[in-house]
T-cell receptor, first 120, second 108 residues
């Protein structure tokens, strides 16, 4: 059973970079696509972007100028960086795995989520 | 971006009821539609994909239907553990993949 776990600082200052890592266990990251999704408090889900183990990425156009997703296959991890954070980036951030090797699939496995607050 | 609109946004029902949630896409998405269940403080859980295929381990009281722009999620007989928020998601067009705003199902 694939398991995902997000890690990162819970508090980020405005204008700084939000950084999160997702550690994958119970399976290899060298298959499928791996995604980030966020959920502002009390609101709905927003898909941020995803990465294939080879390193190819796809980003939400609304965040593309500020987002970088990377993968470290040696550590079975992938990461999210969001530059120039503002209060609007305050959310629970989830990492997830796409159901199949093709990116055009739903999200089958999810991490538990981690709350990131952007505040001075 | 493809806009996904769910209805209703919230409603109350009783255990044993049959309930239906609707999701409409702003343009055709074939059957590239998934349904998720989310409980407070938890990650979403995949229930249905391909508009009508039940994810492994999901009870058969859940079913999905539709194609193109209109989709439904039906729970045939509500159980206490089904009270949650439900989201639809399209994965047809990557600009970006989008979710509905959610439907909160509460106990009457």
């Amino acid at each position: 059973q694939v398991q995902l776990q997000e890690s990162g600082p819970g508090l980020v200052k405005p204008s700084e970079t939000l950084s999160l890592t997702c550690t994958v266990s119970g399976g290899s990251i060298s298959s499928s696509h791996w995604s980030w999704v966020r959920q502002p408090p009390g609101k709905g889900l927003e898909w941020i972007g995803c990465i294939y183990y080879s390193g190819s990425t796809k980003y939400n156009p609304s965040l593309q100028s500020r987002v970088t997703i990377s993968v470290d296959t040696s550590k079975n991890q992938f990461s999210l960086r969001l530059n120039s954070a503002t209060a609007a980036d305050t959310a629970v951030y989830f990492c997830a795995r796409v159901r199949d090797d093709d990116v055009y699939n739903p999200l089958e496995y999810w991490g538990q989520g981690t709350l990131i607050t952007v505040s001075s | 971006a493809i806009r996904m609109t769910q209805s209703p946004s919230s409603f109350s029902a009783s255990a044993g009821d049959r309930v239906t949630i609707t999701c409409r896409a702003s343009q055709g998405i074939n059957s590239y539609l998934a349904w998720y269940q989310q409980k407070p403080g938890k990650a979403p859980k995949l229930l249905i994909y391909g508009a009508s295929t039940l994810q492994s381990g999901v009870p058969s009281r859940f079913s999905g239907s539709g194609s193109g722009t209109e989709f439904t999620l039906t729970i045939s007989s509500l159980q206490s553990e089904d009270f949650a928020t439900y989201y639809c998601q399209q994965y047809y067009s990557f600009l970006p993949f989008t979710f509905g705003q959610g439907t909160k199902l509460e106990i009457k």
